[in-house]
């Protein structure tokens, strides 16, 4: 391409000769092939607008069951948590229980074997 642009270049003697339409505050002249590629670039607009939309639209879904799957296995780890721990509380229970079971027995025990005539009697006899 030699010299200035399309834009640029003098006309014939009668300015709107050659320009159908012109912009009129700078006096660029709009031809066909400025109309042509305005559609085409107003086209590609439209569909890369589309295009990004879908593909927004698509990460947008994507991004929102990947949450609802890590919102559901949280609840699940939170429910099993929440279960160990009541039965953590119940184990501790029943060990405390225990734990004063077994002192009873001692106490008894001891109270047993201090108890004169029932610790190591040679005249008791075990039934077994």
Do not use: H
């Not at 953590?88 to 229980?97: G, I, P």
């Amino acid at each position: 391409m030699n010299g200035p642009p399309r834009y640029l270049r003098k006309r014939a003697a009668e300015p709107n000769a050659f320009m159908p339409l012109a912009l009129p505050l700078i006096g660029i002249p709009i031809d066909l092939q400025d109309v042509i590629d305005a559609v085409v670039l107003l086209v590609a607009a439209v569909a890369g607008f589309l295009a990004a939309g879908v593909i927004g639209l698509l990460v947008g879904l994507g991004a929102g069951f990947a949450f609802i799957e890590i919102t559901d296995e949280l609840a699940r780890i939170d429910e099993a948590l929440t279960r160990l721990a009541r039965e953590n509380e119940a184990l501790r229970d029943r060990v405390e229980t225990l734990e004063e079971t077994v002192a009873e027995l001692e106490g008894t025990i001891t109270e047993l074997e201090n108890e004169p005539g029932t610790a190591d009697d040679p005249s008791r006899s075990d039934p077994d």
